[in-house]
């Protein structure tokens, strides 16, 4: 059990620009998720995958936000024409189908900075 | 909906002292309930859960919490404090029931621990 990973761990992007971030989930996990954590706060649920299906997204991931699961193992988060405000830590979790699928393990985070 | 208040934003105390951090919770069932730690700059680590059953739970690094139905309360709890647990700490709650998978967080509480 390698964990959840990360990539890049740090991002510093001008505005405007486009970011992607990758999540590779523990192995034998079937459901991704994504969280966004700001400064002071705890993080907010973005969004997550059941096997390559996104089965539910939060009213924070606006237009600019899209995420993918093409197979069903690692998982994408890109951001478009990032502004100041997506400067935030972005935190990805996996789980297993066992207990509704809540108990969901944290990867290290990708540290958005966006000038 | 669900909601998490952890009402203490720093808890400083000595190490060995004792150590309890709080947290209610709102959801109009009983929830499945979690408290993370989380180490500067890194994600959250799953320190212990509350599914169902004894209302004690123990957790790793000598952390344990009690759920409290009568005052919708799940405090963590440590009897002695290391240096090592100087951290954040996030309270969590999920759906024991529906579709939704997403866990709420509160917004944690800062532990500072002086030698």
């Known amino acids: 059990d390698t964990g959840v990973s990360q990539d890049p761990r740090h991002k510093i992007t001008k505005r405007g620009q486009n970011v992607t971030f990758r999540c590779d989930p523990i192995?034998?996990?079937?459901?991704l998720y994504w969280y966004r954590q700001t400064l002071g706060q705890g993080p907010e649920f973005l969004t997550y995958?059941?096997?390559?299906?996104?089965?539910?997204k939060s009213r924070l991931l606006s237009d600019r936000f899209s995420a993918e699961r093409p197979k069903g193992s690692f998982s994408t988060l890109e951001i478009q024409r990032t502004e100041q405000g997506d400067s935030a830590m972005y935190l990805c979790?996996?789980?297993?189908?066992?207990?509704?699928?809540?108990?969901?393990?944290f990867g290290p985070g990708t540290r958005l900075t966006v000038t | 909906a669900q909601s998490v208040t952890q009402p203490d934003i720093h808890i400083t105390v000595s190490e060995g002292a004792s150590l309890e951090l709080r947290c209610n919770y709102s959801?109009?069932?009983?929830?499945?309930l979690f408290w993370y730690v989380q180490s500067p700059g890194q994600g959250l680590q799953l320190l212990l859960k509350?599914?169902?059953?004894?209302?004690l739970v123990q957790g790793i690094k000598g952390f344990e919490a009690e759920f409290k139905r009568s005052q919708s309360s799940f405090n963590l709890r440590k009897p002695s404090v290391h240096w090592s647990d100087a951290a954040e700490y996030f309270c969590?709650?999920?759906?024991?029931?529906?579709?939704?998978?997403?866990?709420?967080f509160g917004s944690g509480t800062q532990l500072t621990v002086l030698p």
């Open positions: 979790a996996s789980s297993s189908t066992g207990t509704g699928g809540l108990e969901q393990y």
């Open positions: 192995s034998e996990h079937n459901r």
């Open positions: 995958f059941q096997n390559e299906a996104q089965l539910e």
């Open positions: 959801y109009g069932a009983t929830p499945y």
């Open positions: 509350y599914f169902s059953g004894d209302t």
């Open positions: 969590a709650v999920g759906p024991s029931s529906g579709s939704a998978r997403q866990l709420t």
